[in-house]
């Protein structure tokens, strides 16, 4: 009997595969648009391309490839960016920096904050709430590492003078900017901040309360970033962004991403013979420490070199703020 001889009511018969061949090899995705990811909303992605904003998900050949705000990504599908269309983000485009925490300094799992940052703006409150010098040495070590160039924003300075937090911090020879309120709520030092933000893109962050959405909103009118006031008993800022978002600045001169309040920056993603490199002021003190030394010992050379006045007037307390730091990352002690 002949195939020929059968026909589809013979239960012999098994349907085709077809001819069309199998292949491992994935679209090239030639025709897809580059934009850039502004925000991320429970699996949904909204991305800049051309001057208008798209709305996309995630392509499943993309499997638990992380993206975050900032990244470069392909699309396809539909960009109009009109009502109730959606794209698919297909590829990741190489990142040029990436800023990470973990969740503590013992937690293996690194978390990417944001990705193509220029700058890091750390936004310190001079008061209500009052600053953290830990936090603030943290967020400096994660700049470094991440390639990023860092930025010391003092907020409230109406209510506190920023000269003493400025001195602690006069030997990283950071750059920095000082805010502050008028009578009439406007705030005073935004041009200078400003020209730090032009032709680039800077994150900002800081624990809640400290003023991050507030400056956004200055810099960016019309952004809208919800702000909260600070317990007057506990000094402690709520929470008012959920969500990393970049801001074009007025005229296409550089992006500004907001991010939420941080309590804590975990740095276990950073090697401890990395974290003295990134206290200018200190490592040449580290040529008469003993091989092997930890920095938090009593043959550690930093000891006499803080002594002997080259670390500058505020050695002694950038050398505490360094070995708190290291036995923080340790997971020795909590440096805040």
């Known amino acids: ?40 909303d429970r699996g949904r992605y909204t991305v800049a391309v051309d001057g208008h904003r798209v709305t996309a998900m995630k392509a499943r050949e993309l499997g638990r490839t992380a993206v975050v705000v900032g990244d470069d990504v392909a699309l396809v599908g539909d960009t109009s960016g009109m009502p109730d269309t959606l794209a698919r983000i297909v590829r990741l485009e190489p990142r040029r ?12 799992v690194e978390r990417v904050l944001v990705a193509n940052a220029d700058a890091l703006a750390v936004v310190v409150s001079l008061a209500n709430p009052e600053p ?14 991440a390639g990023l160039e860092p930025l010391l924003v003092l907020t ?3 209510l506190v003078s920023p000269d003493d937090f400025l001195a602690s911090y006069a030997p990283l020879a950071v750059p920095w900017v000082v805010t502050s309120r008028r009578p009439d709520r406007s705030l005073v030092g935004l041009d200078d901040l400003l020209d730090h933000l032009v032709d680039r893109v800077t994150v900002l962050v800081g ?47 550089g992006w500004v991403i907001d991010t939420p309040g941080v309590r804590s920056f975990g740095l276990a993603h950073v090697d401890l013979a990395r974290i003295v490199s990134h206290f200018p002021d200190l490592e040449p003190g580290t040529e008469d420490c003993p091989r092997g030394c930890t920095h938090d010992e009593p043959e550690c050379g930093l000891d006499a070199y803080v002594a002997s006045g080259a670390a500058g007037p505020a050695g002694p307390a950038r050398l505490d703020s360094l070995r708190r730091l290291l036995r923080a990352r340790s997971g020795v002690a909590d440096p805040d």
Do not use: F, Q
């Open 1 to 40: 009997m002949s195939w020929r001889d059968l026909d589809e009511s013979d239960v012999r018969v098994r349907p085709g595969r077809g001819s069309r061949p199998r292949t491992k090899e994935r679209p090239r995705h030639a025709d897809a648009r580059i934009g850039t990811v502004v925000t991320v």
């Open 97 to 108: 920096t990436v800023l990470r925490r973990s969740a503590d300094d013992t937690d293996p």
């Open 132 to 145: 953290r010098p830990r936090l603030v040495d943290r967020c400096l070590v994660a700049a470094y590492d």
């Open 156 to 158: 409230k300075a109406d």
């Open 207 to 253: 624990h809640s309360g400290v003023g991050k959405s507030t400056l956004v909103n200055a810099l960016v009118p019309g952004a809208d970033r919800a702000t909260g006031r600070v317990n007057d008993v506990t000094g402690r800022g709520r929470h008012t962004s959920t969500s990393a978002l970049a801001l074009l600045l007025p005229g296409g001169s």
